[in-house]
């Protein structure tokens, strides 16, 4: 592929956009190889390996959710791609935002999540702690809107088999969840309509009362928002959570 | 109970306030239109501003949280609207030639809630309602409970099943919360009003309606405010203190508040408000009555409590 | 560790490129699509009393 130009912002949502695709493939068992080398293009343009690192970073551990999910196989070269992202994009520092922005807690907590699918493939690395401030209750005193959008923002967290304090909350709280994925499917907001969704599948198989199934949320974002490798990657991984592997 | 008065009722009753304010001022356009007969009127153009009038009127004459408002400058509203329609005489022969129509058995009912009676449109609509055709209209099911709820508030028998109809409803199939619309949710608003009365009647919502429309009011308040959707989400209020258990959603009266004119006038949704005062009566009448309904419903039970 | 062929090993990205990853790991809270909306056509909604006796018009998009 020749060297896209442009604006970070373009170039990168491109990559991720492929990337993302890759994973899809790979998790659904369309492909039978992933390897996330090949997603850092072998002796190509400093401009595209940038991308494709950046795509590493921006989704984070869903990156690894081929090895984590389906089974494939971690390998060192794997492992380089990962720690490489996350020294080229490092986390801000907090003196760089804003005191009252989640940014930093956000950002440490994906960390944590990618740390997480790291041990889970047998490649530690460096460690990522999870955050203290990341407590029961974290979040929660600015009312449901903004701790929906912030859950939105770590969907990479909502996987089976992680459990954390706010993977606690968020079973506690699926009421707000759901009422987070009405208000996005209703500002025809479908991505952060899924990765609320996840939260849902994978907060366990008590039906909410009143009712919230998901399936039917999944399955109107795959009939009617615009085919998006980036959304059809959340749709797919909320699906594991519900414990199904069909992706049509 | 706290003595603590919350927020919400001070707003409540500022907007109720500057709501009359600008309906008593804006009475003059509370009229049907000059020349026009009878068979070209246009029942939601020319009657039904002024059964709205009425069921506002209705609301905030029970208690007496607005006052002299309340006692003088509103009822006298309600006797302005009912002289437009020559004290239901209008209706009555509105009934007697549209007879399929049941929009003048509701808007009397809305008359008879304020206090006023005509006792030829009594007997009509008491013939009209015993024939087997009123059995089965062809209604939208929202307005099959509006005309439950108008038959009881006359005092007619009616043979219709409330939780029949409720559940030919949308809101009665408690449907996905995200699979609805502008237009269905006012259909929703106006389930819950017939069904309870306007909030006299909470328990006439059964309990898994209760609960459902407390799980999602939050949800479709925020998307309307975040869309400046005025008039829904005054309506949506209503809703909520219609229920058994109101919530109160302080920030969403907050915004009502902050969208209301200081002339009382509550916009419908974003945009400039036409200058000319005819054309902002027709465009922005109706959320100021919503307004007017919210407020003034608001307080009454507060001060009934 | 061994840095294979990824041969940008080291370079820490600039600012903007920070902040591209930053923008597209988060969603956006902008309002992404108008809700689902259909504007009557006459000014008053028409609906308090008579629940629906006009008939529904387009989506206005002229905000």
């Keep these: 592929m020749s060297a896209i130009s442009g604006p970070p912002r373009a170039v990168y949502a491109t990559a991720v956009e492929t990337l993302a695709g890759s994973v899809v493939r790979a998790l659904t068992g369309a492909d039978d190889a992933f390897r996330l080398a090949d997603q850092i293009p072998l002796g190509g343009d400093p401009a595209d390996q940038m991308a494709g690192l950046a795509a590493v970073r921006v989704l984070g551990s869903d990156a690894l959710a081929p090895f984590v999910l389906a089974r494939h196989r971690f390998s060192a070269e794997d492992a380089d791609v990962v720690a490489t992202s996350i020294r080229t994009f490092p986390v801000p520092e907090p003196d760089q935002i804003d005191r009252d922005d989640n940014t930093v807690l956000v950002r440490e907590l994906r960390d944590w999540a990618t740390g997480q699918a790291l041990i889970g493939v047998g490649a530690p690395g460096r460690t990522h702690p999870y955050p203290e401030v990341a407590g029961p209750g974290a979040g929660r005193d600015r009312g449901w809107v903004e701790w929906t959008g912030m859950l939105a923002q770590l969907s990479p967290m909502a996987v089976p088999g992680l459990d954390s304090s706010l993977h606690a909350d968020a079973r506690r709280h699926r009421l707000d969840v759901a009422r987070g994925v009405t208000r996005a499917m209703l500002r025809r907001d479908p991505l952060t309509a899924a990765r609320l969704a996840r939260w849902l599948a994978a907060s366990g198989e008590a039906p909410m009362d009143p009712p919230f199934p998901v399936e039917p949320v999944l399955r109107q974002l795959v009939l009617v928002a615009k085919p998006d490798h980036r959304l059809r990657l959340e749709i797919t991984i909320a699906r594991y959570g519900l414990g199904r592997r069909d992706n049509e | 109970m706290s003595d603590v008065t919350p927020s919400w009722v001070a707003t409540a009753h500022q907007i109720a306030v500057r709501a009359w304010s600008w309906l008593d001022d804006a009475r003059e356009h509370f009229a049907l239109p000059a020349g026009v007969s009878l068979d070209r009127l246009q029942p939601n153009d020319d009657v039904q501003p002024l059964g709205e009038l009425a069921i506002a009127v209705s609301v905030a004459t029970c208690g007496g949280a607005l006052g002299s408002l309340a006692t003088q400058t509103i009822p006298a509203l309600a006797e302005h609207a009912w002289a437009q329609l020559r004290n239901g005489d209008l209706l009555y022969e509105l009934a007697c030639n549209h007879t399929i129509d049941t929009y003048p058995l509701e808007t009397y009912a809305w008359f008879v809630r304020a206090g006023h009676r005509n006792s030829q449109l009594d007997e009509l609509l008491k013939h009209l309602s015993s024939l087997r055709a009123a059995r089965v209209p062809e209604v939208l099911p929202n307005r099959a409970l509006a005309v439950y709820n108008a038959e009881r508030l006359l005092g007619l028998p009616s043979r219709a099943d409330p939780v029949a109809l409720t559940a030919r409803t949308w809101l009665g199939g408690c449907p996905e919360p995200w699979r609805t619309d502008f237009f269905t949710l006012y259909m929703m608003t106006h389930t819950v009003f017939h069904l309870t009365d306007w909030g006299v009647r909470p328990d006439c919502l059964p309990a898994h309606l209760q609960a459902y429309l407390h799980a999602w009011l939050p949800a479709w308040l925020e998307v309307y405010l975040e869309a400046g959707q005025w008039d829904l989400v005054g309506e949506l209020l209503i809703v909520d203190l219609c229920l058994a258990e109101s919530v109160h959603y302080p920030d969403a009266w907050d915004a009502l508040a902050r969208a209301q004119q200081p002339d009382g006038l509550l916009p419908a949704r974003p945009g400039r408000v036409p200058r000319d005062p005819a054309t902002a009566f027709h465009d922005h009448y109706h959320p100021t009555i919503v307004a007017a309904i919210a407020g003034s419903l608001a307080l009454s039970q507060r001060f009934a409590a | ?63």
């Design chain 3, 1 to 63: 560790m061994q840095v294979g062929h990824i041969t940008h090993a080291g370079k820490v990205a600039s600012i903007d490129e920070k902040a591209a990853v930053a923008e597209l790991m988060a969603p956006s809270e902008s309002l992404v699509g108008r809700p689902p909306l259909y504007l009557p056509r006459s000014g008053g909604c028409g609906v308090l009393l008579l629940g629906l006796a006009l008939s529904p018009s387009e989506p206005d998009d002229d905000e």
